[in-house]
Nanobody
Framework: QVDLVESGGGAVQPGDSLTLSCSASGSIFALIAMGWYRQAPGKEREWVAVTTRGGNTDYADSVKGRFTISRENVDNTVYLQMNSLKPEDSALYYC????????????????WGQGTLVTVSS
């Protein structure tokens, strides 16, 4: 079993910054990628950013230039630094991880965190 624990959400004003963190623990043989998704009320969940084991990163166009994803491989933690926040960034942010729990290819799993709420409002 693999667990993801998120933290760092909160209520901020437009233009403020916030950093989310997510730590993965449990039966992890290899952590392939970690990333963030978000879901605003009444909308579908959307992808925000991803970082791979090799250090590659990618971002949704809506956050490119404002958000930065980083990862500490030592303790399987991923961070999302969010700058210049806008009201439309308000959402429940979910951590996502793709892992292998053993050396076998069949052990590939996609895991989700419980979500952390970000509210941007004046």
């Amino acid at each position: 079993q693999v667990d993801l624990v998120e933290s760092g959400g909160g209520a901020v004003q437009p233009g403020d910054s916030l950093t989310l963190s997510c730590s993965a623990s449990g039966s992890i043989f290899a952590l392939i990628a970690m990333g963030w998704y978000r879901q605003a009320p009444g909308k579908e969940r959307e992808w925000v950013a991803v970082t791979t084991r090799g250090g590659n990163t990618d971002y949704a166009d809506s956050v490119k230039g404002r958000f930065t994803i980083s990862r500490e491989n030592v303790d399987n933690t991923v961070y999302l630094q969010m700058n210049s926040l806008k009201p439309e960034d308000s959402a429940l942010y979910y951590c996502n991880a793709r892992v292998y729990t053993t050396w076998q290819a069949s052990s590939h799993r996609e895991v989700w965190g419980q979500g952390t709420l970000v509210t941007v409002s004046s």
